[in-house]
């Protein structure tokens, strides 16, 4: 079993539309999570962070996190088509160097 | 404010050869993350160093790989005697400090064996 779960899609939508991308994990020692966007042939960036439970808002994004479910989402609300990328859930442990990431969802907005 | 910059983008070695990827970390950062990405997988982490250490190299496959981050220049990564399977895009990251919240990736190195 993977440390991270991430369905691969590819997703679709119509622009205008709010977008729910979401991760498992199972190793309840992750602490840090993080949401990666990454556009074809580019490296990832860093969209949204966030430590231990909670929600996190950063103007169209929302980040969520629920430990005890192991659960991991990011919504985007009012999608655009320049939010056509791959997006990335990634998480790590207290004290480590590395991340933990998962496979990417495919994401096209639709004009 | 240059970001991590990595070259060459695109690499292309015969198999037996050796391939030499080099990551400049972004201004101000020390500390330096190697991670490779295959095709249908996500990132893996190989290697954190910091300038002349490293400082976790767990990720690494035990042979043919090494990685170095000397006091003067850029950060590289080796592979040695390329076979197909090294095949995938390499990615440096860099931050300030400790990078368990996130790093900055630089845009990658292709590699294709042939």
């Known amino acids: 079993q993977k440390e991270v779960e991430q369905d691969p899609g590819p997703l679709s939508v119509p622009e205008g539309a709010i977008v729910s991308l979401n991760c498992t994990y199972s190793?309840?020692?992750?602490?840090?999570f993080m949401w990666y966007r990454q556009y074809s042939r580019k490296g990832p960036e860093l969209l949204m962070y966030?430590?231990?439970?909670g929600n996190k808002e950063d103007g169209r994004f929302t980040a969520q996190v629920d430990k005890s479910s192991k659960y991991i989402s990011l919504f985007i609300r009012d999608s655009q088509p320049s939010d056509s990328a791959t997006y990335l859930c990634a998480m790590s442990k207290t004290g480590a160097n590395n991340l933990f990431f998962g496979t990417g969802t495919r994401l096209t907005v639709i004009p | 404010n240059a970001g991590v910059m990595q070259n060459p983008r695109h690499l292309v070695r015969r198999r037996g050869q050796e391939a030499r990827l080099r990551c400049s970390p972004m201004?101000?950062?020390?500390?330096v993350y190697w991670y490779r990405q295959l095709p249908e997988e996500g990132l893996k982490f190989m290697v954190y160093?910091?300038?002349?250490?490293?400082?976790?190299e767990s990720g690494m496959p035990k042979e043919r790989f090494s990685a170095e981050f000397p006091k003067e220049g850029p950060s590289i990564l080796r592979i040695q005697q390329v076979v197909r399977g090294d095949s995938a895009a390499y990615f440096c990251a860099s931050s300030a400090d400790r990078g368990q919240d996130g790093y900055t990736f630089g845009s990658g190195t292709r590699l294709t064996v042939v």
């Open positions: 160093l910091q300038k002349e250490n490293i400082i976790d």
């Open positions: 966030t430590y231990s439970s």
């Open positions: 190793n309840s020692a992750f602490q840090y």
């Open positions: 201004k101000g950062h020390s500390h």
